[in-house]
């Protein structure tokens, strides 16, 4: 009876919890241990099922325990926190793991390997140039605007008001000097962002099943690499709908006593997938508003007769998180509906 069948490990930097359980469900294991010893014991311990959060480094943590022959296990904080009987200490947390993992209805995030890892790395890195680029582009319109140049609005239009300033010769030379280190910082940053998008784009490109997402209206290259990077095993939801309500494109239920109550969005998931479909839906939609696109189905028309934009951007993202999902499961390519070369 005391062989460990479950251990619920608590991850920090340096300390580690943990505890496991028999089979009779009865705590055999409760030690903190660092990280050298926490690595020994795992070595020597029998194969188990270990529950992790999935936080900062548990992927590396789950393929390392993995390779000593454990199966692990990686549960979202959300879905922890409930187990915690009560206070908040790194035994609390590892008995809540432990109890969480033998729920029989318990969602579990599946593994990342280091490509996989490496993919996320390369949308992180180009989310925070983007970032970089958009702050310093607001800092160059709001000082060339406290000496009266302005400049009209996009991006696009950055590099001709930097050279405007460039000929300025009516303003002080060390303003001048401080633009010419923001025009050369905002170069770099177009650069770099560029090297990044070449590398997206390859991985785009190597993938058949994002070649097929990009197909769908609103999606894109970026949106079908996010899609394919972010997604996990698309079997893992019954519907389109599930896995909608998975990115956080659903209303919250606040219904009882028979009444349907439907709130806001749950904006569950992952926030950069959920803002990445609806920033494409936002700008199929301009195209439909403005009378530029001749093949919007009748759902989105009728749709925006009755709503206001931004609720209809959130449900044609929503709409297309199910089409991509179904292209997904089926392994078919985007097709229009009758008579249209574009639907959605």
């Keep these: 009876m005391d062989q460990i069948i479950r251990i619920g490990m608590d991850t920090s930097k340096n300390v580690f919890q943990l505890h496991g359980v028999n089979a009779g469900e009865q705590p055999v294991l409760r030690r903190k241990y660092s990280r050298r010893e926490m690595l020994k014991f795992f070595e ?4 188990t099922t270990i529950a992790l959060e999935a936080c900062g480094g548990s992927h590396h943590w789950a393929r390392l325990l993995s390779s000593f022959g454990h199966e692990v296990k990686l549960i979202a904080p959300q879905l922890a926190k409930p187990y915690v009987k009560r206070g908040k200490n790194d035994a609390a947390d590892a008995e809540a793991l432990c109890e969480a993992m033998s729920r029989p209805t318990m969602r579990f995030v599946p593994v990342k390997t280091a490509d996989q890892q490496a993919a996320l790395m390369l949308v992180g890195v180009r989310e925070r140039l983007i970032r970089n680029r958009t702050q310093l582009a607001n800092a160059i319109r709001g000082f060339a605007m406290e000496f009266g140049i302005v400049a009209a609005k996009g991006m696009c239009q950055i590099e001709a008001l930097l050279e405007r300033i460039a000929a300025d010769q009516s303003l002080p030379e060390l303003a001048r000097e401080l633009f010419a280190m923001h025009r050369q910082e905002y170069r770099d940053l177009l650069a770099e962002t560029k090297i990044i998008d070449e590398k997206l784009m390859a991985l785009h490109r190597s993938d058949e099943c994002s070649k097929r997402l990009a197909e769908i209206p609103g999606v894109g290259p970026v949106g079908a690499s996010l899609l394919m990077m972010k997604t996990p095993d698309p079997r893992m939801f019954k519907s389109g709908r599930d896995f909608a309500a998975w990115i956080g494109l659903t209303p919250k239920d606040h219904s009882t006593a028979g009444k349907a109550r ?11 997938l959920r803002s990445i479909l609806v920033v ?25 007769q009755r709503k206001k934009p931004k609720l209809v951007a959130v449900a044609l993202a929503n709409k297309i998180a199910r089409i991509a999902w179904k292209l997904m499961m089926s392994g078919e390519t985007y097709r229009p509906a009758e008579g249209q070369t574009q639907s959605v």
């Design 280 to 304: 494409g839906a936002t700008a199929l939609l301009q195209h439909v508003r403005a009378g530029r696109s001749r093949h919007a189905s009748r759902w989105l028309i009728e749709l925006l």
């Design 44 to 47: 020597k311990a029998p194969p």
């Design 262 to 272: 439907l709130g806001v969005i749950t904006r569950a998931g992952d926030e950069m």
